[in-house]
Every structure is written in structure tokens, then in C-alpha cells.
């Protein structure tokens, strides 16, 4: 997993696992953290993308952060869970 923020934002954002080896068709729970190294609470909201782009179509998020705006108090470190699962058509794609 990689992990890029503006670097004007005064957010600290990593992924607590660099990589998972997940079967197809498997659930899996990875975790990000995040934190607000400003005096004042910070809002934002995290965007994805999977590569290569032709693998990306069955990569599936059940739950995510990004879904949402986030917002996080000065000083404060939040943990945020993402489930996800890659769809086993995958398997039928000649590409």
C-alpha cells in the first residue's frame, strides 16, 4: 500500500501494513493511520486507485474511511480499518 498527502497538510498518513497476501474471493482488514499535527481540527477525505488500472475493476472495498470525510481533533492519531476482497472474476480475465 502506498500512501501520499498534500504537503501542505499538516496530516501524518501511513498504512500499518506496506502489503497483505489475500486469496481471491478472501476478506481481508488492513489498517491506516492517520494524524493531525495542527493546533486546530483538520477534515479531509482519502482517494484510491489500484494498479495496474486492469486489475483495479475487481478490487472491492466493503467498508472504508474514504467513503467519507474524516475529521480529526489537534494532536489526535485515529486508526481507520478498510475491508476489502478481490472478486474472483478476476480469474476469467484473459488480460
Not at 38 to 67: E, H, M, R, W
Not at 78 to 93: E, K, Q, R
Request: some cysteine; proline content about 6%; aromatic content about 14%.
Amino acid at each position: 500500500f502506498n500512501t501520499d498527502t498534500n504537503p501542505g497538510l499538516m496530516w501524518h498518513f501511513k498504512a500499518e501494513q506496506l502489503q497483505v497476501k489475500v486469496k481471491v474471493g478472501e476478506s481481508k482488514l488492513v489498517f491506516f493511520t492517520a494524524e493531525n499535527f495542527s493546533d486546530t481540527p483538520l477534515t479531509g477525505v482519502a482517494t484510491f486507485n489500484v494498479t495496474p488500472d486492469k486489475a483495479g475493476i475487481y478490487f472491492n472495498k466493503v467498508q472504508c474511511f474514504c467513503f467519507e470525510n474524516q475529521t480529526i481533533k489537534p494532536g489526535e492519531k485515529v486508526t481507520f480499518p478498510v475491508s476489502f476482497f478481490i472478486d474472483p472474476a478476476i480469474l476469467d480475465d484473459k488480460n
